[in-house]
């Protein structure tokens, strides 16, 4: 697909943010693996090509590429059979920031919306019961939303067949 943007609907400023559109689609490309993406800019003859094979794992990889990484990242998809699908992967580094990334049918998130919220609460959930059925002691410790985060770098995709959007 060649987009040359039209005079008409834009005006005079038809100048796009190369910087902007590098990010952007190298996200469409971990998000849609296997798909082949080039960035040609033809005014300073400058390309720029995305693909990847490892989809959401290699994207967490690449946020958490000049961190000290704490485990190998991990992946979940399920898929439903209305079309609707959820893929998430995780790992953790040794900072104290979350890095979480929300995405529905391949749109950012900004304030990840209800299944970020979820996702946090059954993380913490499914955390909590692995440690308390491993740990055989009487007292019993149960880590906070705040304990699991910390360090956390996440990808979580939805992708649906008629989203609706409230922000």
Known sequence: IKIIP???????????????????????SFLNSGVSIILKDERVN???KFKSTGGL????EYKNKNKTILNKPFRFLQEAKDGMSIEV???WNDSYQENIQCFTNNIPQKDGGTHLLGF???????????????????NKDTLSVEDIKEGLTAVLSIKMPDPKFSS
Do not use: C, H, P
């Not at 794992?57 to 967490?60: D, G, L, S, T």
């Open 46 to 48: 400058k390309t720029e």
């Open 89 to 91: 992967a995780l790992q």
């Open 120 to 138: 946090r609460s059954a993380l913490t959930r499914v955390i909590n019961k692995y440690s308390n059925e491993r740990n055989r002691k009487k």
């Open 6 to 28: 039209s005079k008409s609907t834009f005006g005079d400023n038809t100048t796009f943010d190369y910087d902007i559109l590098i990010k952007k689609l190298r996200e469409l």
């Open 57 to 60: 794992i290699e994207f967490v």
